[in-house]
């Protein structure tokens, strides 16, 4: 008789949030509709696809494409069926049986779960409870401690919304002998990438994804890393791991760069709007206890009976996320921003 590994026993489907919610800010998406002229050029080139042949295995112009508007060499650029496959692929390559992996907490949810699938053991070092900032110096000798051969966190943090700097960055990679991977997935809304150090270092992989600034829909995340590292995701991958439509899409939308940055501009002002508004209300509402500072596109809040808050908001139509004590809120248009802040405060009355 098959049994099922214990492992796997205790795993859920992934479970986003269904229903009727006018009101999305629950998964850090971009809350800028595709333009119909983009839309238009995009349906052009996906009419022009060669459907019955397999798409271009190296991605070669999609990489090239995000290698100009980022500024690298496309050389160093393996794409994936959104991050999530990178991280996955990532875990299950670089860590052999029995050898462990680093984490902070909180942190992205998918780091634990692909190593819970792989069955990879894993080291988790706890933020500072206060500030949640990540203290580097901690951080290093907590990984040296532990062992691990890889350790995975992003910058700035989903959900924290905090950032650790370009110095801290490069400390962290070069004191640990382990193999560093750097999620990036926000770092569009902050300075202080390190992209351009990913040929430098032979333990860094930056992981990057369009998912947060505006294509969430056609799944595209990017690996960067040195040659030797690019080489073996290039091995490891699954031969058309993109999709033929996603790289014809993807052309696209890294060929405005015009668009892409000022998409970008107009999610900033809407998170820092946001973040304003909130620390605002917070002045006059003893639940909010704290308003982090955000280096993303959402805030993270820390409240007094948030669960019974996100219940309340989900009831009127408006999905937040709920991370124990805190609501991670997607900045949203200037209209589901005033939405969100009108519901709370009539919820805080
Ligand atoms: C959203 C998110 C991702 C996932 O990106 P996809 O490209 O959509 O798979 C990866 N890392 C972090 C930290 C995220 O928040």
Redesign the pocket.
């Known amino acids: 008789m098959y049994e099922l590994p214990k492992r796997l026993k205790s795993l859920i489907p992934y479970q986003p949030i269904t229903g009727a919610y006018s009101v999305r800010l629950d998964a850090?998406e971009s809350f800028l509709d595709t333009p119909d002229w983009l839309r238009e050029e995009i349906a052009a080139a996906i009419k022009k696809i060669a459907f019955h042949r397999y798409p271009d295995p190296l991605c070669t112009e999609l990489r090239e494409k995000f290698a100009a508007f980022f500024h690298i060499d496309p050389q160093l650029v393996t794409a994936g069926n959104?991050?999530?496959?990178l991280?996955g692929l990532i875990i299950n390559t670089f860590l052999g049986p029995g050898e462990k992996m680093a984490m902070v907490r909180p942190d992205?949810s998918?780091y634990s779960i692909y190593a819970e699938i792989a069955g990879v053991p894993t080291a988790v070092y706890e933020k500072e409870p206060d500030s949640l900032e990540l203290d580097r110096d901690g951080l290093i000798s907590f990984v040296k401690e532990s062992g691990a051969k890889l350790l995975i966190f992003?910058n700035p943090c989903?959900p924290t919304s905090q950032k650790a700097t370009m110095e801290d960055m490069i400390q962290i990679i070069e004191s640990l002998d382990c193999l560093v991977v750097a999620?990036e997935?926000?770092m569009d809304f902050s300075e202080g990438s390190i992209l351009h150090l990913a040929q430098k270092y032979d333990n860094l992989i930056l992981?990057k994804?369009?998912?947060?600034i505006g294509m969430?829909g056609i799944?595209?995340?990017f690996a960067v890393a040195n040659p030797a590292l690019t080489r073996v995701l290039q091995a490891v991958r699954s031969p058309y791991n993109v999709n033929a439509m996603t790289q014809a899409a993807g052309c696209i939308w890294f060929s405005h760069g015009d668009y892409i940055r000022s998409c970008v501009e107009q999610i900033k002002a809407s998170r820092n709007a946001l973040c304003r508004e909130l620390a605002a209300l917070g002045e006059q509402k003893k639940e909010i206890l704290q308003v982090l500072p955000s280096y993303a596109n959402f805030v993270f809040l820390h409240m007094s009976h948030a669960k019974s808050v996100f219940e309340n908001l989900a009831q009127q139509g408006i999905a937040v996320r709920l991370m124990g004590e805190y609501l991670r809120i997607t900045a949203g248009s200037e209209m589901e921003n005033k939405q969100l802040l009108t519901a709370l405060e009539e919820i805080l009355k």
């Open positions: 850090n959104g991050s999530d496959e991280i992205f998918m992003s989903n999620d997935a926000y992981l994804t369009c998912s947060k969430a799944r595209l995340g």
